[in-house]
């Protein structure tokens, strides 16, 4: 289908209803994103967390940055919010008394990431104090149930954001499911995960939304009575969608055994 993807349609489709903001460790009022592709940041190594790197703003998604450890290759960017404690203005480690660290997988050799290191943080526009957002708080507890649904980083492509559904949960955890998508992409996550987000979220900060998968029946009858018209389904692109019935085979009503002149022998 070419329709845009619309949630409004969708939970009317699928009779569920979003989670609320107040399950999510998102601002109620999204951050605006004050970065500029280009600047550097103080980030957390993605692969080895206690270690604060310098990191490059590779490109900018809604709230969301693209970021790049400087020393690294091209194939670990990795996304943060504009309000995520992993990240903060290039000078806080060292104020801190802490050394900036190479990425792991620095490109060079060991001893050459001093003058490394000087060299890329030499003439760099730094991102200012100002971009870098408060991260709001965790709510108190899990509010989250099987069901509801919501908006998720898809962590094996994690550009994407995607509609998805609560699919169980335990604790403090919560299994999230992606609509319209086999078992692949699913995974479980904290409740405050900043990973998720309430219905609405990339509308409201520009940024995109993958519609839901086709590989998967949607939890709605497929019977035919009970299913609404194909032009209120479209949005669901359910490979389900029954086709219309074909219309009935042309019969020639000329004389029996005669052969159409076009054909030839
Ligand atoms: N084409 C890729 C990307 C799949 C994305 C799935 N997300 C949206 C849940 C693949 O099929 O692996």
Known sequence: STEPFSWESYLKETSSMPASPSCFRQSRVPPTNDFIVGMKVEAHDPRNSPSVCIATVMGLMGVRLRLRLDGSDNTNDFWRLVD????????????????????????????SWPLFLLRTLSGA?????????????????????????????????????????????????????????????????????????????????????????????????????????????????????????????????GVRGRRPKSQTI
């Not at 903060?88 to 060079?108: A, H, I, N, S």
């Not at 919501?150 to 499911?177: Q, W």
């Open 84 to 111: 995520s404690s992993d990240i903060q203005p290039v000078g806080t480690c060292e104020r801190g008394g802490d050394m900036l660290q190479p990425p792991l997988g620095f490109r060079m050799n060991a001893s």
């Open 125 to 253: 526009e730094v991102a200012p104090a100002s971009a870098f957002k408060k991260e709001p708080p965790k709510p108190p507890l899990n509010y989250f149930k099987p069901g509801m649904k919501l908006e998720a980083v898809d962590k094996k492509n994690p550009y994407l954001i995607c509609p998805a559904t609560i699919g169980d949960m335990r604790g403090d955890k919560i299994f999230v499911t992606f609509d319209g998508w086999r078992g692949a992409f699913d995974y479980w996550c904290k409740y405050d995960s900043r990973d998720i987000f309430p219905v609405g979220w990339c509308q409201l900060t520009n940024h995109s939304l993958q519609p839901p998968g086709s590989s998967f029946p949607l939890p709605k009858a497929v019977i035919p009575a009970l299913c609404p018209p194909a032009s209120s389904r479209r949005s669901m692109q359910s490979p389900y969608r029954l086709p219309h019935p074909l219309p009935p085979l042309p019969v020639r009503k």
